[in-house]
């Protein structure tokens, strides 16, 4: 069984930043092979989307929303996955989620509250 834990989330003013993790957990053969991996976000009264994607080659694609603003990076030795928040805005309030790309495991979700 595979375990999706994001972290890292809480409470920033507009303008800051925030580095959410995503940690893999399970048995040797539930955490390999690698996968491609990916970050949701989904904000009250609204449908869950995708913020960013990382291939297992590294290639990454974003929503228009977060372009120049969020990174996301991988790192497979720790079976991580990090999204560095820079430039929050209020809109990006929402609870983050990352997915195993092509399965159906979710991690639980982290809040991540842009205000003042």
């Known amino acids: 069984q595979v375990q999706l834990v994001e972290s890292g989330g809480g409470l920033v003013q507009p303008g800051g930043s925030l580095r959410l993790s995503c940690a893999t957990s399970?048995?040797?053969?539930?955490?390999?092979?690698?996968?491609?991996m990916g970050w949701y976000r989904q904000a009250p009264g609204k449908q869950r989307e995708l913020v960013a994607t990382?291939?297992?080659?590294?290639?990454?694609n974003y929503a228009d929303s977060v372009k120049g603003r969020f990174t996301i990076s991988r790192d497979n030795a720790k079976n991580t996955v990090y999204l560095q928040m820079n430039n929050l805005k209020p809109e990006d309030t929402a609870v983050y989620y990352c997915?195993?790309?092509?399965?159906?495991?979710w991690g639980k979700g982290t809040q991540v509250t842009v205000g003042s």
């Open positions: 997915k195993r790309e092509g399965t159906e495991y």
């Open positions: 399970g048995s040797i053969y539930s955490v390999h092979p690698i996968y491609d």
């Open positions: 990382i291939t297992t080659g590294y290639s990454t």
